[in-house]
């Protein structure tokens, strides 16, 4: 693949617009849609979200927890829906959260940003272990989103902690991923995971030169505004992300077009 994934990014959004539609399983979900709590209902939920979701968003972002929960099954259902999201032109964020050290991360990289049937074009990682046990994925040629400050209210403790330095553990993780991004363009292939709720003064992002993975925007309350305080008017490659908020008008995959469509006026406005 000549195209790094930041050049890939900024194209899809420039065609696409910039919403991150995740395909999240949740048993509520699946329940909502008349569909059981089985494989059976996970795999028809989820190839008839991607199915809409991913000829119409830049990216599509499947939750990998709620896939494992159902094994091997789940699993095959994740690879068919890595696929179809591919062949029909999104880029796949495959949401795992993994961080970990030595051969363990190489085999996380290896699993999730390899080619192969698990093979995605960017995943979520955790740096707590320390950013520079992140090597191999930020090293697979693909993308990368690292959490640095998230919308989740326990994350704060950790996250706004100060250094020796006086920067915060998410503003060191942030100049950590612009380090990886020094002399990319349009893009950088390292992005970061910073909630579209958290106080704009918390973060310096102006020197990070690659995407902003944005958790919150719908039904976890963040709105446009929300969004342009945070992250200013300016600030290219940020990826509003919401899965509950389209995906609650499913099963009809008329009206989970007409959502997406919806969403993504409001974030045109």
């Given at each position: 693949m000549s195209e790094r994934f930041g050049q890939r990014l900024a194209a899809a959004v420039a065609a696409?617009?910039?919403?991150c539609a995740g395909v999240d399983p949740h048993p509520g979900l699946l329940a909502d849609w008349g569909l059981p709590a089985d494989a059976s209902g996970l795999?028809?939920?989820?190839?008839t979200a991607t199915e809409v979701l991913a000829e119409r968003v830049a990216v599509v972002?499947?939750?990998s927890a709620f896939f494992e929960a159902y094994g091997s099954a789940g699993i095959a259902?994740?690879?068919?829906?890595?696929?179809l999201a591919r062949q029909a032109g999104a880029l796949v964020l495959l949401d795992v959260k993994r961080g970990d050290i030595g051969?363990?991360?190489a085999a996380y990289a290896a699993a999730y940003l390899a080619e192969g049937t698990l093979g995605a074009d960017a995943v979520t990682v955790s740096p707590y272990l320390g950013f520079g046990a992140l090597t191999p994925a930020l090293e697979a040629?693909?993308?990368?989103?690292?959490l640095a400050r998230t919308s989740n209210p326990e994350g704060a403790a950790v996250q706004t902690a100060r250094l020796a330095d006086g920067r915060t553990v998410a503003q060191s993780i942030v100049d950590a991923a612009a380090e990886r991004n020094a002399g990319a363009a349009p893009l950088g292939d390292v992005g970061v995971v910073v909630g579209a709720t958290v106080d704009p003064a918390e973060l310096d992002l102006g020197g990070l030169g690659g995407p902003v993975l944005a958790p919150g925007f719908g039904a976890q309350g963040a709105t446009v505004a929300d969004l342009r305080r945070v992250?200013?008017?300016?600030?290219p490659g940020v990826l509003p992300a919401s899965s509950r908020e389209i995906l609650r008008h499913g099963p009809d995959p008329v009206a989970l077009r007409d959502a997406v469509r919806r969403t993504q006026g409001i974030?045109?406005?």
């Open positions: 696409r617009g910039p919403l795999e028809r939920f989820a190839l972002k499947p939750q259902v994740l690879e068919r829906v890595v696929a051969s363990t991360m040629g693909k993308g990368v989103f690292v992250f200013g008017p300016g600030l974030l045109e406005t």
